[in-house]
């Protein structure tokens, strides 16, 4: 049992492919299975209610995050265990990674994006080692996996930072990848 409060930044659409809203109800329910919290942007849309739903479902513990001007934009999930309301989106962010023990990324837009490059960049500067694991389902990242590797290509990067993140294409190898670093 890993027994982790695990945060997760991912789209509050459900994308082009099926797969995608798949890999983030499966995740959901291994994160129960595991005893796992939930740490996330308090959405009831796109993959964020859905990762919400299939922990809740299975019963997990969810703690959502959501800054005032999205509670209807995002239709706040307020049947959770813990709903926090923020004033903007840095303090959301902030809360999300300050209760959270490891970080997941899911596909999404721009603000999963947004989440990624911070807790990476925090993660360059020594600010934290939490793991940062990407689930790339169905290669949604292989273009961000390819943008780092241009970054470290053309000396805007050490070849350290691919080292901050790990790579996963599957929720089961999420999970395992969640089990070496307990």
């Known amino acids: 049992m ?3 409060s695990i945060c997760v930044f991912c789209g509050s659409r459900y994308g082009s492919d099926d797969a995608y809203k ?3 109800e499966k995740l959901g329910r291994l994160l129960a299975e595991e005893n796992c919290r939930l740490v996330y942007g308090a959405g009831n849309i796109g993959l964020m209610g859905t990762v919400a739903q299939n922990i809740q479902s299975n019963g ?3 703690m959502g995050v959501i800054p005032e001007h999205l509670l209807e934009v995002e239709v706040g999930k ?6 926090i309301v923020t004033q903007n989106m840095h303090e959301r962010k902030k809360v999300m990674f ?3 023990d490891a970080i997941i990324i899911l596909p999404g837009g721009a603000g999963t994006l947004d989440e990624f490059f911070e807790v990476l960049t925090w993660a ?3 600010l934290h080692n939490k793991p940062i694991i990407i689930l790339n389902v169905s290669g949604f990242w292989d273009p961000l996996i390819e943008l780092i590797n241009h970054l470290v290509e053309n000396g805007f990067a050490d070849q350290s930072l691919k080292k901050l993140f790990k ?3 599957s929720p089961r190898d999420a999970i395992e990848a969640l089990k070496l670093t307990a």
């Not at 307020?78 to 709903?83: A, L, S, V």
């Open 78 to 83: 307020t049947d959770i265990n813990n709903f």
């Open 2 to 4: 890993l027994s982790l």
């Open 98 to 100: 300050m209760n959270s």
């Open 167 to 169: 790579v996963v294409s």
């Open 22 to 24: 798949k890999a983030t």
């Open 124 to 126: 360059q500067l020594k």
């Open 60 to 62: 997990g513990e969810v």
